[in-house]
């Protein structure tokens, strides 16, 4: 039976801190374009009120919610419990990429820790949280999370994972520039004009 809420109780969010894993979807406005689900761990999830969340970002293979976000503002997060009392829960907002020279990022930073290779803080307004009962999600043990992105990030260091960011995180896969690509663009105008 699915119940719908204006914002995170305290029961959700003690529901949602016990999740060792979220997914992230979005999707450009296009008909033809491409719908992303992306998994999440290793603790990068944050509640920041009621009805605003923010998740840390790291470098990966492509930057798929950061070019949706940035078109139409669009996503939702879902948390299903793979332990004990079933439950799937979604948060439906309009999210935001925060780069790490946007005025909020030090406020908002120091809610996570320090990782290599972050890129960005995805935030989410909020408008819709909805429960369902997730009879269907079979039970999995938890047994930690992978060090696997952390090491490869530490193995590529600044200049490697910006030199990757400028290959593989630029532009989606449907052919939208992301903030960071937007981002390039104003620092090349800012250096032209000096």
């Not at 999600?137 to 260091?157: C, H, M, N, S």
């Not at 593989?168 to 090349?188: H, M, R, Y």
Request: charge should be negative.
């Amino acid at each position: 039976m699915a119940k719908v809420f204006d914002s995170i109780t305290p029961e959700l969010q003690s529901f949602i801190q016990q999740q060792h894993l979220f997914f992230v979807a979005s999707a450009p406005l296009t008909l033809d374009g491409h719908i992303n689900v992306s998994p999440k761990g290793l603790g990068t999830f944050r509640i920041l009120s009621p009805q605003r969340v923010a998740y840390l970002d790291l470098t990966g293979s492509g930057n798929e919610t950061s070019a949706h976000l940035a078109e139409n503002g669009r996503v939702t997060l879902m948390f299903c419990s793979f332990e004990a009392k079933p439950c799937i829960l979604r948060l439906y907002g309009k999210g935001q990429t925060v780069l790490p020279h946007h005025k909020d990022w030090h406020a908002l930073i120091a809610h996570f820790e320090v990782e290599p290779g972050m890129r960005q803080i995805i935030v989410t307004e909020v408008h819709r949280v909805q429960t369902s009962c997730g009879f269907g999600v079979p039970l999995f043990d938890y047994q930690g999370q992978r060090d696997t992105l952390i090491d490869w990030a530490e193995k590529k260091g600044t200049v490697g994972l910006e030199a990757y960011r400028q290959t593989k995180n630029l532009i989606s896969i449907d052919g939208f520039k992301t903030p960071l690509a937007q981002d390039q663009v104003t620092d090349e105008r800012l250096l032209t004009d000096k």
